[in-house]
């Protein structure tokens, strides 16, 4: 049992209630950068607009797939274990990101220095 402003809460409420903040939060915070992810595949990763659009074709339908497999974890190893490791993998393509911009940005000055 939990003591919190609105009284004493289960378990079984707390967390859920906690993981609904937490999305809520993280939403209001990443809102605006999903927008400019577009912007970050055509200028810094030079990817073409049809394989971009692909790319956002594409996304939906393995969110669709993931979330129904991440369902069906969830009633074996638990919502509140299975979210936990959800958020875990989503940030890896965050890294993944990060990582292709270091790696354009030092590709890109190795070759202007070679001019």
Same mark, same amino acid.
């Given at each position: #049992?939990?003591? @919190?402003?609105?009284?004493? *809460?289960?378990?079984?409420? /707390?967390? $859920?209630?906690?993981?609904? @903040? ?9 809102? #605006? ?6 912007? /970050?595949? *055509?200028?810094?990763? =030079? ?5 971009v %659009? ?5 996304a939906?339908?393995? %969110?669709?797939?993931?979330? %129904? ?9 638990? =919502?509140?274990?299975?979210?936990? /490791?959800?958020?875990m993998?989503?940030?890896? $393509?965050?890294?993944? *990101? ?7 940005? @030092?590709? *890109?000055? !190795?070759?202007? !220095? =070679? =001019?």
């Amino acid at each position: #049992m939990h003591n @919190c402003w609105c009284g004493t *809460m289960s378990d079984a409420h /707390f967390i $859920p209630l906690v993981v609904a @903040c937490t999305d809520i939060a993280t939403s209001f915070s990443a809102g #605006m950068s999903v927008r400019y992810f577009l912007i /970050f595949f *055509m200028r810094t990763l =030079r990817l073409p607009p049809t394989q971009v %659009q692909i790319l956002y074709i594409i996304a939906p339908f393995g %969110q669709i797939v993931l979330a %129904q497999y991440a369902q069906k974890a969830g009633k074996i190893y638990g =919502r509140s274990q299975t979210t936990v /490791f959800i958020k875990m993998v989503g940030v890896a $393509p965050f890294f993944a *990101m990060i990582f292709s911009y270091i790696l354009v940005v @030092c590709c *890109m000055t !190795e070759t202007s !220095e =070679r =001019r």
